[in-house]
């Protein structure tokens, strides 16, 4: 993927219980970005995806909606160089 490059979500609102990471995993598979999203045990979603710049600001625009019955209230934006798995998939709670 040319131009492509990493970022970490901290996503926070109502975002447990309300089907947010399989969304995540959805709009990442549709979109072709690698990463991985998982709960963390604060409440907020976590999230690393790894695309181009027009693909990663397509799915983090996505992700301040999210879901129906999820109310995103911020979400915190993070550079990071760590490794990448070949897909999108969803971790265990951190």
């Known amino acids: 993927m040319s131009g492509a490059a990493s970022v970490r979500l901290v996503v926070h609102g109502r975002v447990q219980g309300v089907g947010y990471r399989a ?3 959805e709009q990442a598979r549709r ?9 963390r045990r604060a409440g907020t979603v976590e999230a690393l ?4 710049a027009a693909t990663r ?3 983090i625009a996505a992700c301040r909606r999210g879901p129906p019955a999820a109310s995103v209230r911020d979400i915190e934006l ?4 760590e ?6 998939e ?3 709670t951190l």
């Open 57 to 59: 600001e397509a799915l």
């Open 31 to 39: 979109l072709g970005v690698r990463g991985w999203v998982r709960n």
């Open 90 to 92: 969803v971790c265990p």
């Open 83 to 88: 490794p990448v798995p070949d897909d999108f």
């Open 49 to 52: 995806i790894h695309a181009d």
């Open 23 to 25: 969304w995540v995993v």
């Open 78 to 81: 993070f550079e990071t160089d």
